[in-house]
């Protein structure tokens, strides 16, 4: 034992050197911790620059009680909701050190996450690559290497293994959003502090305050990981806030099911999966739904959930389009559940307010879900061309009449599909 201490290490009953006390030494190298800070502060300068998205107030004039304010997301600076997640994520990467100066980073994704980080990686000068499904448009990528990362298309069960695959290969890092965001995601209110959080919720509050209004009744969002809205979730019960988180979900996504139900936690939805499915929103095709490793949405922090037709989704955006909103295909499925609920809910009081989030621009879908060929062909299972028409004619109805689009849409256009 004396020769032990002299040696300046201890055994431990199980055998383990212990380091001798007093004694002491740097953990991280100098230039490490050099490249590090820097990295935080250009973070910091890119979260100066994103200023808060718009809230656009939409009329619905058969329902006078309701006041509906859609977020707008696609006006942030890599036009997507994304990029408040992928800010999050770099800077989670770094505060907890798993991005390091000459690390190359991988993400599986259906694209605006992937083009988010692209734009990212960039500004702290890290090599980047995408890990694409094999449906995603040409201009997607095209758009992702503008920003000097790389993109690859892989089938889409096959994104995650790839994904990891490549970074043990190469020694990189993958980010693994559905199960990192919710670890990434904000969710605290920072009136007190230098840097504004980077909450939507947060940023929806201080905007309606602006306008003298009290905090939105309900916030109506879809999940593909599921890190927003657990984020909103949270901060609406952090702060004791007045509002039901809704959750918008695909025809054919298990997260009805596991939010609802606390189904498919084992099992993965890939058997009941139809595409082309709704992009950037619902879960299902690559797994089960496990909390922290397949997907970040938390259960617990969804007040309302509902499953809506992806054709109705689809009509919706046209509606919407038409109509001097133009948002993305989950922006159809997110004003429908914003409908719904104005439908159902008259107060006699306050007018009732409601959020629903434009995700992206219906530009980048003007060669596919904006162009009725291919939505007949890709939705043929469905009902294609004649369903979507039933479901536009519905959600014009809803609009005028204020009655539920949902409601209208399962009894005529189920018949539609029927004939």
Known sequence: MLALILLGLVTTAAGTLLTLSPTHQDHCKVDQVLWRQKAVLKMWDERRLMKPTPLKFYKVP??????????????????????????????????????????????????????????????????????????????????????????????????????????????????????????????????????????????????????????????????????????????????????????ADTQFSIYYDYVINNKFTKESGLYNWQGPGIPGAGFGNTGPAVEGVTTSLHRNVIDIAYKIPDLASVAAMHFLKDNGIRGGVSTGLNFLAALSIGANNRSKGEKIRIVPIIGDKAEIYQNTYLNNKFVDARFHTQGGQKVFDCWKRVIKAAVTSGKDPLKLGAAQCKYEAGK
Do not use: C
């Open 62 to 247: 058969g329902m006078p009680h309701i006041e509906m304010f859609f977020k707008d997301e696609s006006e942030s600076r890599t036009s997507n909701l994304k990029h408040r997640m992928a800010w999050s994520l770099i800077m989670w990467g770094l505060i907890e050190g798993h991005i390091k100066q000459n690390i190359h980073l991988y993400e599986a994704s259906s694209g605006s996450t992937a083009l988010s980080l692209a734009y990212m990686a960039r500004i702290i000068g890290i090599k980047f690559t995408a890990v694409l499904p094999d449906s995603v448009p040409l201009q997607t990528i095209e758009k992702i290497r503008q920003y000097g990362a790389e993109a690859m298309k892989v089938p889409t069960a096959m994104m995650f293994d790839r994904a990891t695959e490549l970074a043990k290969k190469n020694r990189g890092f993958f980010l693994n959003q559905f199960a990192n965001a919710d670890k990434a995601e904000d969710y605290h209110a920072t009136d007190y502090l230098k840097y504004d959080s980077i909450n939507i919720m947060h940023e929806i509050v201080k905007q309606f305050k602006a306008m003298k209004k009290r905090e939105p009744h309900y916030f109506v969002h879809t999940a593909g990981t599921g890190g927003m809205i657990t984020s909103v979730g949270r901060y609406v019960l952090k702060a004791g806030l007045n509002t039901k988180v809704v959750l």
